[in-house]
């Protein structure tokens, strides 16, 4: 059973525009409006995969509704804690013509103390609902927190996962991403910028040595078009395509905690194979038009992910020839 | 008693952003929604200043929620038709640096023939109900239709509501322009261009002529910057301020048919008088931030409109000189 948290989920909404002009009035048919956070974009993947999985959430107001109705059809098994403040709105409005997206994120509503008890209390209930049968429950927790969220509230649902057994996955940014290794998190994900800016440390090995040091086991280190690698106390291994793919890179990082997540909770744990999936599952979701889907050729591509332990030198000169194009 | 219809109403979402950068992510606080339409700002802008109205409005879906919520919240006085589409989205992003705002409006779903019904049922209805004591209802139908939307709508909601003894103001466009004329609507309150679409005569007072010749009796003719325009069979009155005004011109020309239903539901007919209110509310309008507001110095400005009867020749002068600044 994979459970994923999505402490500040979004009604994504996505307008096509013929030609964007700053300052112009445009027609446009009806938006799509899709449930959508990372931790949701993960349970869509897993889900998509055969996992089992449940998508926790908050959802308040009108938005929420909305969000509730989507979520509802997508399939995705969930549950939604009830918050008073309503859902944030994300807005995506597509230039047909030049083909780039204008995106305005709102920052979100903190819910209250209560509100949050809720959904720590959901995690503690969906954690104890898995199937036992040996296999440890996985806790994916993705995405922003509102602003104004308390400190402790990552942690103390990283340390709940942990105390009940589970697997934790934390993809998170800034001092929670520190916060999440002292609580110890067992994989995290984060990427080369978010990691030098979190530790201070420029040195992508040395940062995820500070992770292992304050208490995760594996760090992921999503690093674009030149793929990921994979530290633990013991190896450090890389992972790329031969070519990097062109496409759409938003949700590529949580296909890669969705691959993580359904190999552990199948009980596998070699970081080889959980980097080579995640490699794959990454790649193919750059081919993917909207984020929380990956592409079916995903085999093919984990079929022609390299694989290698690189020297630290390798590792720590600048790759400016695979810029992809 | 005023009773406005807005076929095509609109869930009107903002956004403030410090700077748009097209293809670019931004952060913004929580967007605002207002319950929109060119005939909801005719029913804010009358219910403000202490006419009795009724707003009628198609509302459905999660949107439509919204709408309802909102518009409760404003105190004006309504009746939303349930409908099985959802009500249109009209999205703004208010670019803080720049200060101009980039729209994107759905064109909205068109409402099934029975659903149409109701909305003329509430029409009659709502028209029924006006306290009687000698003075005629005001009937306003304002805005767009959705795509689709029988030809023979709003020409049968005049009849229906000349049928009862309405007066009934027309602000259309395009084609329903001509058909609302023919359908023996009181007030017309096309723009210049509008006039000039319709009718496919470049001069607007001869365009206006043809409106009246159709059936109108009023044709109030917005000239922006240039003022207004009161054509009737035995006149041609023209009133506009020293001094254009700079500000926000959405909802200008519905604050002007509001001047109308305001002064014709108390019994004014004189059209220097529905002219001058009218040029004075429109005025008052461009100094609000939001549509379906004036500001409170409108008498002010009224006083300082200037009414003449201008010749023919002085009309048909383009006026390059006064363009606002």
């Not at 799509?32 to 956070?37: S, T």
């Not at 998509?48 to 995705?76: I, K, M, N, W, Y």
């Not at 920052?107 to 103390?113: M, S």
């Amino acid at each position: 059973m994979i459970v994923t948290v999505t402490p500040n989920p979004a009604l994504d909404l996505t307008w096509h525009v013929d030609r964007i002009l700053p300052g112009g009035t445009h027609r446009a048919d009806t938006g799509v409006a899709r449930a959508g956070g990372k931790g949701l974009n993960v349970a869509r993947v897993a889900h998509a995969h055969g996992a089992p999985v449940r998508a926790l959430a908050t959802a308040g107001g009108p938005t929420g509704d909305e969000f509730a109705a989507e979520l509802a059809a997508s399939g995705v098994p969930h549950e939604l804690i009830p918050v008073r403040g309503a859902t944030r709105r994300s807005i995506a409005l597509v230039d047909e013509h030049l083909g780039d997206t204008t995106i305005v994120n709102e920052r979100g509503l903190n819910p209250g103390p209560e509100e949050w008890a809720a959904l720590a209390e959901a995690v503690r209930r969906s954690l104890g609902d898995a199937p036992v049968r040996g296999r440890k429950p996985v806790l994916v927790l993705s995405g922003s927190l509102p602003p104004g969220a308390p400190d402790e509230l990552l942690p103390g649902l990283i340390r709940l996962g942990r105390n009940v057994g589970a697997t934790v996955i934390a993809d998170t940014s800034g001092p929670a991403l520190l916060a999440a290794a002292d609580a110890g998190a067992t994989v995290l994900k984060p990427n080369a910028a978010e990691l030098a800016e979190a530790t201070g440390i420029a040195d992508p090995v040395a940062g995820a040595c500070e992770l292992l040091h304050r208490g995760a086991s594996l760090v992921l280190l999503s690093r674009g078009a030149d793929g990921m690698l994979a530290v633990t106390s013991e190896e450090i291994v890389r992972a790329r395509l031969a070519e990097p793919l062109a496409g759409n890179p938003t949700g590529a990082g949580d296909a890669a905690v969705a691959a993580c997540a359904v190999l552990l909770a199948r009980g596998v744990k070699d970081p080889v194979a959980l980097l080579r999936r995640a490699t794959a599952w990454s790649a193919a979701a750059v081919l993917m038009p909207l984020a929380g889907e990956i592409h079916p050729s995903w085999p093919d591509l984990e079929s022609a992910v390299m694989v290698d332990s690189p020297s630290l030198t390798a590792l720590r000169r600048p790759s400016v020839e695979r810029t992809p194009r």
